[in-house]
T-cell receptor, first 108, second 113 residues
């Protein structure tokens, strides 16, 4: 299987940018996803990047992929209190593999 | 994206009973659905891959006789936890794979007393 690692916690002030980092081990991952999970809820697909891309921007979200280093990041611009949640990166190599997720806390 | 629903959203049952959880793909015909479980403050663990019209594929360490999966149609997969015990208490989430990504249901919280 694939090992996926993320920092457990991140705190930012409202209006600042958040950067959530992820490292993975399987270089054959084709799609790499970011999901958001609010308390007691399922996972919401935020965005994804294809492995032959190095950047993707979608409104406030920017995904950066360094395939050589197997490093993926999610940048949230102008972070809002509603962005407080757990964020999972999930590389897809046959199946999706999840790390422990990063709990983002936005301080008003 | 695909809309995925689960029923029930939460269930409490007595030890030794069986519980059925339904996962429906509302706007996409899914030949493949996945079942995950999530313990508090932990990541998702893939339990099994549900294949329409054939047997499910279980991950290592997941008891297929305890977690019965039926994928009878392109829009419905069910997970039955048989003879549930307190250690089966968890958050169970299904997902649907589409050409546009993998979409998750809202989850079912199972509490076994």
């Amino acid at each position: 299987g694939e090992d996926v690692e993320q920092s457990l916690f991140l705190s930012v002030r409202e209006g600042d940018s958040s950067v959530i980092n992820c490292t993975y081990t399987d270089s054959s991952s084709t799609y790499l996803y970011w999901y958001k999970q609010e308390p007691g809820a399922g996972l919401q697909l935020l965005t994804y990047i294809f492995s032959n891309m190095d950047m993707k921007q979608d409104q406030r979200l920017t995904v950066l992929l360094n395939k050589k280093d197997k490093h993926l990041s999610l940048r949230i611009a102008d972070t809002q209190t509603g962005d407080s949640a757990i964020y999972f990166c999930a590389p897809e190599a046959n199946n999706l593999f999840f790390g422990t997720g990063t709990r983002l806390t936005v301080i008003p | 994206g695909a809309v995925v629903s689960q029923h029930p959203s939460w269930v409490i049952c007595k030890s030794g009973t069986s519980v059925k959880i339904e996962c429906r793909s509302l706007d996409f015909q899914a030949t493949t659905m996945f079942w995950y479980r999530q313990f508090p403050k932990q990541s998702l663990m893939l339990m099994a891959t549900s294949n329409e019209g054939s047997k499910a594929t279980y991950e290592q360490g997941v008891e297929k006789d305890k977690f019965l999966i039926n994928h009878a149609s392109l829009t419905l997969s069910t997970l039955t936890v048989t003879s549930a015990h307190p250690e089966d208490s968890s958050f169970y989430i299904c997902s649907v794979r589409t050409p546009f990504g993998q979409y998750f249901g809202p989850g079912t919280r199972l509490t076994v007393l």
